[in-house]
């Protein structure tokens, strides 16, 4: 499972791996969102993320609520915490914001435009770093206890996670 804010290579690194692997890759995104970013039912992403979980072998990117990350957790052989310089985050999720006026973005949930939400964006990721990346971090180290993890902290380190996938 592969967590952290929005903007650093977490998507890319899981379609990586499970590539690499042969797994199969879920992008939490896709369970939350309705289009038009509406969020889905609370009982539907339940159901949709438990029977995810239940298979043997995934890749899994996203925090969703909380009691789901947890149970994420506890299912998972590895914990990914990509954790870049804040500035970094923003940088790359700017780029990507930008590039999604002119060219779409594939991966992103249905019916849901980049664009409209960069603001709504930016606030989530603020909140994110302040308020969350420290309860993340906490998680990574007390999740050290009984599973793999890797917590990537710079672009050098993201790189080579993605040549570790590719073993």
Known sequence: MIIGNAGGGKSRLGRHIAKQQGLPYHALDHLLWRPNWRPAPEEGF???HA???ASDAWVIDGIGPWP????RLTRADTLVFVDLPFAQ???????????SLFFGRDDAPEGC??????FRLYKMMWWMNRS???RFATL???AKKHKTVLHITSRTALTAAQS???K
């Open 46 to 48: 339940a159901k949709a």
């Open 140 to 142: 990574a180290q007390e």
């Open 113 to 118: 435009k980049m664009w409209p939400v960069t």
């Open 89 to 99: 985050h923003l940088w790359w999720a700017t780029k990507r914001q930008l590039a």
């Open 164 to 166: 570790e996938g590719s």
């Open 132 to 134: 969350m990346r420290p």
């Open 51 to 53: 029977a995810l979980i």
């Open 68 to 71: 789901s990350l947890e149970a």
